[in-house]
């Protein structure tokens, strides 16, 4: 089975490639730098050029395909940018796909989407999820809340750091995943006919609230957090007053972003149906404390090494 790849160097795609190549797939990535995913090519991937806003790149990389895997999400900034890849050029790709009749279309989405139609990013993943569904093509949706790896940039950092962590007054409680396994259900999925035309809200088997994550770290890091507490009410009257001017659009998704993360909705879903229909045992999934347990440890010990280092360099010089 030829598995095309889509994200491959991303923080999931290349978890996803990586694995997808440990289980005997021959795997061809969409790419549009050879040079930066240079990495692939040397795990076994093959690499081949293609860009999502120029479809007439995009037809020679569905020769010989059987499955698709979707994790390509625009980072910019600009909402021009993100229609064009995540609407139009996901447009495309759906109807290359029905064209070669593929066998398994996976698409990677995010968690309630549909409920924020406002942020560009969430409104075309929503749309997208929507297509694919009315499609004829075999299809399997995986929808998530955010992976641990995203953990680390927002909580971990600042309070190794010192510098403040912003969060809410109402702390929901949301279902994190390490992308090793985000890819792990992805693989598993492609083997399991009754996951054909399903859409899976998943992540780990414990759900957390930000308050929970920075009293783990704080106790991880033995620092204490700086933390600032600020009501919903807050970010969303912001954004609408920010959203009527153009100078401030950027500022505007990026409160949205805030906002989602830590709105009241609980992102906590029913996980028990996906872990049984993909047959994955819970106690092989990684949970959030012993993956951030793994992070201080490695960090804590460069930074005594560091800092040893440096002590030992000081009494040379003055010597």
Not at 2 to 10: H, M
Not at 48 to 64: A, H, K, M, N, R
Not at 166 to 192: G, H, M, N, R, V
Not at 274 to 302: C, G, S
């Amino acid at each position: 089975m030829t598995l095309l790849i889509l994200g491959g160097t991303g923080t999931l795609g290349r978890q996803i490639v990586r694995k997808a190549l440990e289980n005997g797939f021959q795997v061809r990535c969409i790419v549009r730098n050879k040079k930066a995913a240079n990495f692939l090519k040397e795990w076994g991937a093959e690499l081949v050029y293609g860009d999502l806003t120029i479809p007439e790149t995009l037809p020679f990389s569905f020769q010989g395909v059987t499955a698709i895997i979707d994790a390509s999400t625009t980072k910019s900034e600009d909402n021009t940018e993100i229609i064009n890849v995540d609407w139009y050029g996901k447009l495309i790709i759906i109807e290359l796909a029905k064209y070669i009749q593929l066998k398994r279309f996976i698409l990677i989405s995010i968690l309630n989407s549909e409920k924020y139609p406002y942020i560009t990013l969430m409104q075309m993943k929503s749309k997208i999820e929507q297509i694919l569904e009315n499609s004829s093509l075999p299809f399997t949706i995986f929808k998530y809340a955010g992976f641990f790896q995203g953990l680390i940039y927002q909580y971990a950092i600042p309070i190794l750091e010192q510098k403040p962590i912003i969060i809410t007054l109402e702390s929901p409680t949301i279902s994190y995943i390490d992308t090793q396994d985000a890819a792990f259900f992805c693989i598993k999925s492609l083997s399991i006919n009754e996951a054909k035309n399903k859409i899976f809200a998943t992540g780990s088997s414990q759900a957390w609230k930000s308050d929970e994550i920075i009293e783990l770290c704080e106790k991880l890091s033995g620092q204490k957090a700086k933390t600032q507490r600020i009501p919903v009410l807050f970010f969303k009257i912001f954004r609408q007053i920010t959203g009527f001017f153009e100078w401030s659009l950027k500022i505007s998704d990026r409160l949205a972003f805030i906002e989602v993360i830590n709105d009241t909705q609980n992102f906590t879903s029913s996980i028990n149906y996906t872990y049984d229909l993909l047959d994955i045992n819970k106690k092989e999934i990684l949970e959030l404390d012993f993956y951030f347990r793994e992070y201080f440890e490695m960090m804590l010990n460069l930074l005594e090494r560091l800092n040893v280092g440096q002590i030992k360099k000081t009494k040379t010089s003055i010597i």
